[in-house]
């Protein structure tokens, strides 16, 4: 274990076991249907690329990068593109995947864009959700784990853009933020 990571909250194992199920669960809701899955980086690559391996019907994907924390551990409120999509959603099924919904203001910033983008449909899979941090009504349609108020990094989540790569998810020490 990592020295800044106080305890590991959800294991690896525990990860894969759960995006084998959402994998599952996704590939008999879009059979049929291609839809347009859309990864929110950074924070989503992880969890992203280990979700469709485990969908079983055709799908294309895209990639969207988005930020509103910057270096701070709270959100600024204020969601900025950085990337945008290369491709129209315009009657498409579209499938946003985030790493985690905290305050909410990503999500419905990318939900609302993508709706006046007239996609046909727009659903959230979602590994982690915080519901403590909300600040605005954000329900994901498919959720790994519920997170308590803990500051946690790791596969895919980040602090200061440190401890992405971690394959668990892990509590961070409260000097490391502190300081
Ligand atoms: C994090 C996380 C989600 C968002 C959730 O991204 O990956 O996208 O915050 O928080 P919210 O519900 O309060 O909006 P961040 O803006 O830190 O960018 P990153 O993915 O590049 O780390
Ligand atoms: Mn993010
Ligand atoms: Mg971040």
């Known amino acids: 274990m990592q020295n800044d990571i106080q305890e590991v909250l959800i294991s690896e194992e525990e990860l894969q076991a759960k995006i084998k199920e959402l994998g599952e669960q996704l590939s008999g809701e ?10 929110v980086l950074k924070g989503a690559f992880i969890f992203m690329a280990d979700l469709v391996k485990r969908i079983t019907v055709p799908i294309e994907l895209d990639f969207m990068a988005v930020s509103s924390y910057g270096a701070a551990t709270k959100s600024s409120g204020v969601v900025k593109i950085i990337k945008d999509l290369d491709t129209t959603v315009e009657g498409r099924d579209v499938l946003i995947v985030e790493d985690i919904i905290d305050s909410g203001l990503t999500l419905s910033h990318l939900i609302e ?14 590994l982690f959700d915080k519901p403590s941090g909300r600040s605005v009504k954000m329900e994901a349609d498919y959720t790994g784990f519920v997170l308590p108020d803990a500051f946690v990094v790791g596969y895919g989540l980040d602090y200061a853009e440190h401890y992405r ?3 668990y998810i892990g509590v961070l020490k409260p000097e490391v933020y502190t300081k």
């Open 113 to 126: 864009l993508l709706k006046n983008r007239n996609a046909k449909s727009v659903k959230v899979v979602t």
């Open 165 to 167: 790569n971690l394959p």
């Open 30 to 39: 879009y059979e049929g249907r291609n839809p347009l899955v859309i990864c």
